[in-house]
Structures are given as C-alpha cells and as structure tokens.
C-alpha cells in the first residue's frame, strides 16, 4: 500500500477511532485467546508492519513465524487475519478443521473478475460451491486426459523449434518459450484456438491474463476498510479492475460467439468451452447457470492453468543447472527411459523417479504459489488451542512450510534425494508439501493432468543440456 492511499483513509479518522472504542471494549474478554500476535496501532492494526518492510508477503510472514510461532494473528485494518507457516498447524485448518476453514473471502478484485464468485475458485463454500465444483469435476476436469494429442503436439512445436534454433546457434529464451507453450495448450484446451506466436492476437491474450493476475492480488480499501470502499475511486483501482474486467469479458464474448455461430466448422473433439455451452443449454441444474457462469469458467482455466506449468519448469531448470550432480543423475534416467525409442510418451512417465524427486523439490523450496489463496473461517473456530473469529482471512504460507526444519533437514539446500522412497506427494495428502493447497479446496484436479507436458518439456531440456555439453 502507497502512502497517498494510507493518507487517504485518515480522512475520516473521529468516526473510525468511535468504532475502534467501540469494538476495542468487546474484544478485550476474548484477546487472550487468539494466537501470538505482535504488536499493533489503532484502527490500522498491523498495516504499519507490511508497509515499511519491502519483504515480499510470503517472507515478511515467515519472518513473524520466526518470532511468534507457526500461528500469527494479525488485524489489517479492520479484517482479522491468520497466518500458518507449518506443516502442523495446516493439517488442522485443512484437515481436522477443513469445514471451518474452506470458504473464500468476499475480495473486491476476486469477486469483480469471476462474476460474482461464480466460479469454483473463488467461490465462499455452501451448496452452490458444492454443485458447481461437482459440474466441473464430472464435466471439465475429467475430460483432461482427452486433450493428450493437443499437448503432445505443442510439446513436438516447440521441440521444433528449438532444435532448429539450436542448429542455427541461436539462444532460446526459457522463460518465453514456456510461456508460449502454456499459452498455446490453454488456449487450444479452453476454446479450440491456436494463436500465431508474436500475433496481435497472442499479444492480447497475455496483456489480459498478466492484468488480471494483478488485479487479483492489489489492494483494496474495501477488502481491509469497508466503511471507506470509496477510497478505491481515488487510488485508481476502481478504473483499473473495470477496464480489465470490460477487456476481458468482451475477450470471452467474443469467444462464445465464435463457438455459438452455426457456420462454425466443426473440431475433432469439445474443447472447454464447447462443454460449458452444452452444460448452458442444457440448464439442468439447481441454479439458473447462466452465461456469466460460462465465462466465470474460462476465468479459472485461464488464472490456474497458465503460469503454473510455465514457472515450475523454470525454476527445475535453474536448479539443475546451478547443481550439475542433479543434473547429470537425471538426465542418465532420461537417457534410460528413452532407449532406442527417442522420446518418451506420457504413459512412460511413472517410471521417472528420479526426475520427480528433483520436481517435488523444486515446489518445496520454490510453490509457484507461496501463499495459496487465501480462505476464510465460516465462523469462530479453534485451533492450536487457540480461538479464532469469523470471517478471519487465511493465508497458509506454503513457502515458509517447505523451508521449516522442523520438518526438513538442511531445508534450504536443494536435494532430490529426500524425496527418493519418500511417501511424500503434492497431491493434498502431505502436509509438508502443499504447493496446490489440501482438503475441500484442493486445486490439483485440472493442474495435475496439464502437468504432464511439462515433464515432456523437463526431458527435453534436460538431454538438449546433455547434447550441448557434449558439444
């Protein structure tokens, strides 16, 4: 938060210091009971703290953990707030506990952009949470499996390319060739559309999703101050969440009107979008799914699918190359996988150990989501033995779980090797490792299966390393 926007919410200090007195008296009984928390300032509450550390959230967080525990209670503005930073304490807010604390908090950005929280991602739990996630579990995410030739094929393009790249000794940028690729499966996945790379039309796809990712995580008055909401006008993130969500909703608009044209030709298989049509049409459900609740679908596939992949073939990458034992013990399980083969196909991939022990270690030390997204208590709920209130936001800090040495050895060392023979997983079932989160609100249904091209992309970078140490 800017200093123009803490100087705005001072304005109408005498009526908030009123609340504060007020709310102050009857929260007195009921302090002692809360987690560790440090100390605060009137009306802000901890604001203060997050505005004069430059840290990035998921570290300032860890860095409270380290004084006053794996639970902190903190008050931003007038929205109580929990911070879990170990493995323990998240298996009772996601396990023992799940019920209390698998809702979603009612943010002013989330709740713009999904149309109401009509989505699964960001919707509050309760039985339209419940029947939406079970349409798109039965209906999309179970049908991932069937875009297999569509990411097979994106993988081969790029292999393509970079290997014509490479003849021609010309560098290949990581970062944005998995970006593309990304980008090519979702968009091929969500809506039956291949764009040309360094298109107008590429262009445009990312300015939306890489604004909307934004407006996602900026601030709101309205979120931590809701008696100055208005406040939002003036620090311009009003305009700006309207402009993205207009952009973006003409962008869906125009794709369900390209799919609901008659003359439209006929693909080999639906896409995601040829589904939630179908499911439009049919109406076959407790709630009138509307038009809306389509495009609130295109907003998860797009936010959850795009950069997850992009980002954890990345960082596998810098971590090879930075530890070249790592390096050379999986490409030696590449080169055996493959055999006279050539290449390895999907079904191949259970066989590579090793290479998912080098994964698991890279979301240990590096989530691509640091905090998952945030949750909320239903209402006031209990654990660690401490008392929590209602409508208290959550953040579990899945950074600072993966780094805790009370659960890892020499946790800030990269080592594969933990996890050979290990039970541990990241499909919800570990606490230690959570980098898709756990319980009701687990994430990995659609992630999981997208994933798989990623380890297609993993082998062939890894035996490209290998052929150009050789050279």
Not at 134 to 159: G, M, T
Not at 251 to 259: G, K
Not at 312 to 331: D, G, H, R, S
Not at 371 to 397: D, F
């Amino acid at each position: 938060m800017e200093v123009s926007q803490f100087i705005i919410f001072l304005l109408p200090l005498p009526f908030f210091l009123f609340i504060l007195l007020k709310r102050s008296i009857s929260n007195n009984g009921n302090r002692n009971l809360l987690p560790p928390s440090p100390p605060g300032l009137p009306l802000i509450g901890h604001f203060h703290l997050l505005m004069f550390d430059n840290s990035a959230p998921h570290i300032f967080f860890w860095k409270l953990s380290q004084k006053y525990g794996p639970l902190v209670f903190l008050r931003l503005g007038f929205k109580p707030t929990l911070v879990v930073s170990s493995a323990k304490m998240a298996e009772e807010a996601m396990k023992t506990h799940d019920l209390d604390f698998c809702s979603r908090p009612n943010l002013r950005g989330a709740r713009k952009l999904s149309y109401n929280t009509s989505d699964v991602s960001y919707s509050p739990y309760g039985e339209y949470w419940k029947e939406m996630r079970k349409i798109c579990a039965v209906n999309l995410f179970s049908r991932v499996q069937e875009f297999r030739p569509v990411r097979e094929d994106e993988v081969a393009r790029l292999i393509g390319k970079i290997c014509r790249l490479s003849v021609d000794s010309k560098p290949v940028n990581l970062t944005e060739a998995m970006a593309s690729l990304s980008s090519s499966i979702i968009c091929r996945v969500g809506f039956g559309k291949r764009y040309v790379e360094e298109g107008a039309e590429i262009s445009r796809f990312h300015g939306l999703l890489k604004e909307s990712e934004a407006m996602f995580t900026s601030f709101s008055f309205a979120d931590y101050f809701p008696f100055i909401g208005w406040a939002d006008r003036f620090t311009g993130f009003l305009t700006r969440l309207d402009k993205i969500f207009k952009e973006l909703d003409t962008f869906y608009q125009e794709l369900i009107d390209e799919h609901l044209d008659p003359n439209r030709p006929k693909s080999e298989r639906e896409d995601i979008l040829d589904v939630s049509l179908r499911l439009w049409k049919n109406r076959d459900f407790s709630f009138d799914f509307t038009i809306d609740h389509v495009k609130a679908i295109l907003m998860d596939v797009f936010i959850a699918g795009t950069d997850t992949t992009t980002a954890t073939v990345i960082w596998v990458m810098c971590f090879l190359m930075k530890n070249p034992e790592y390096l050379k013990k999986t490409q030696s399980e590449v080169r055996h996988s493959i055999g006279e083969k050539g290449f390895v196909d999907e079904d191949d991939l259970k066989a590579l150990t090793y290479l998912k022990a080098v994964i698991k270690e890279t979301f240990r030390l590096q989530p691509t989501a640091p905090l998952l997204v945030p949750r909320e208590t239903l209402g006031k709920c209990s654990i660690g033995g401490y008392q929590v209130p209602a409508k208290t936001l959550v953040h579990v800090n899945a950074w600072a779980i993966g780094r805790d040495p009370e659960t890892w050895e020499n946790p800030e060392e990269f080592c594969p090797e933990r996890f050979i023979g290990s039970p541990i997983d990241y499909k919800g079932r570990n606490f230690e490792l959570i980098p898709f989160g756990a319980g009701r609100r687990f994430v990995l249904e659609c992630i999981w299966e997208l994933q798989q091209w990623s380890l297609h992309l993993l082998i062939f970078f890894i035996s490209l390393i290998g052929k150009c140490q050789k050279g």
